[in-house]
């Protein structure tokens, strides 16, 4: 056999393994019945569509893009995959390594941590259970979380990071989680509860902080007596078809066997206690996968138009150009309305862009921190 023919069959192999391996985080973490009185009221459909299939993008576009990547990942401030759509056209791409221990090639399909990204998720939940009837956003967080010492703080506080409760990452572990074990929702909450009252700023100015969603995703768990994981699963991902898709539990598989790493600079990110918290981050998808997701809100599969139009509502300014949502980021370039959210946590950065005004969006997903953040604005104007 050939060293060209050695190659190929090598290339075959790890793709062979890499599927197996998604497989088994799959199946690990989707194992054991859904729990809680929500169970058998969830939709479980699929779009059923595999948008590998659609055309590609005007030559002109395809180049524009193609071009952007190829500078991106020479200039070393780039690894890793890309989509981008444009009515019913697309290109998908990938540069560099998904694990540079293995010199495993990225691959379109690979499953990325989706860090800060997942806040979208946890906004649609919410605004999801406020559509069901089991709460409004409007509600004191008191009224959900009995146990929280805060009692003048809205679920629209949280969802807006408007709250002025401290961000978890910035505080000690709380009492009984080592360094080698993982932190809960509930760990949240009680490390938030010990703070003393200087640790607090005053309700209604934007000043982003992951406990607002780690506080989210408990009160799903609270109300739905779901873990929230299941929840997610089974009201956002399964309606969607996002096979894939889903939220890490590194206690049921680790962090070091997921064939995508997280890197600074090729250096390999190890655990760490704050992987255990969920609604601030977790979310595993792929690019594909990704693209369902905005279908699916292009319909009324998870969410009906006024809790839509309410979720991409500017709650808060945070910057002269820029406001957040419920769950979202939003701004207006060149006369469009785009709804986002960016995303960094422990070598992945990711960005999720979608247009309301046209039939557009993009997804780009890195494992290498390096360099500078990606220019968003002229990611928009790759789809011009």
Not at 266 to 293: I, R, W
Not at 349 to 369: A, G, P
Request: net charge positive; glycine share 8%; with cysteine.
């Amino acid at each position: 056999m050939g060293a060209r023919s050695r190659a190929i069959v090598f290339l075959d192999f790890m793709r062979f393994w890499r599927f197996i391996a998604v497989s088994i985080i799959v199946g690990t973490l989707h194992c054991g019945s859904t729990r809680g009185p929500l169970a058998s009221s969830i939709a479980e459909s699929s779009m059923g569509h595999d948008f590998r299939q659609n055309p590609s993008l005007d030559t002109s576009c395809v180049h524009r893009i193609d071009s952007f990547f190829n500078a991106v990942y020479r200039s070393g401030i780039f690894n890793g995959t890309y989509l981008f759509f444009r009515n019913d056209s697309l290109i998908q791409g990938a540069r560099g390594f998904s694990n540079f221990g293995a010199r495993q090639l990225a691959e379109p399909n690979d499953l990325f941590q989706l860090a800060s990204v997942s806040k979208t998720f946890t906004g649609v939940s919410i605004m999801k259970m406020q559509q069901d009837g089991l709460l409004n956003i409007n509600d004191s967080v008191h009224w959900h979380l009995p146990d929280f010492r805060r009692r003048n703080l809205t679920l629209r506080h949280l969802l807006s990071h408007t709250s002025g409760l401290p961000d978890y990452f910035n505080l000690a572990l709380p009492s009984g989680v080592t360094p080698s074990q993982h932190m809960r929702n509930e760990d949240v909450l009680r490390l938030i509860n010990d703070q003393s009252y200087r640790m607090f700023a005053r309700p209604g100015s934007y000043d982003y902080s992951n406990t607002n969603y780690a506080l989210l995703a408990l009160i799903v768990e609270r109300k739905t007596g779901m873990d929230f994981r299941e929840y997610a699963r089974e009201a956002i991902f399964k309606p969607a078809g996002m096979r894939y898709t889903h939220i890490c539990n590194y206690d049921s598989f680790p962090l070091v066997r997921y064939p995508v790493q997280g890197y600074k600079s090729g250096q390999v990110y190890d655990d760490l206690p704050h992987n255990g918290t969920t609604g601030d981050k977790g979310v595993y998808s792929n690019v594909y996968e990704m693209l369902l997701f905005d279908r699916a809100l292009r319909t009324d599969l998870i969410l009906h138009a006024d809790a839509k139009n309410a979720m991409f509502t500017p709650q808060v300014a945070t910057s002269s150009e820029a406001h957040y949502g419920l769950g979202w980021r939003m701004r207006v370039i060149d006369g469009k309305k785009w709804v986002f959210h960016n995303g960094w946590w422990k070598g992945f950065r990711t960005y999720f862009w979608r247009c309301l005004s046209e039939d557009k969006m993009f997804c780009v997903l890195t494992n290498n921190v390096r360099g500078s953040f990606l220019p968003t604005i002229e990611l928009v104007h790759l789809l011009d």
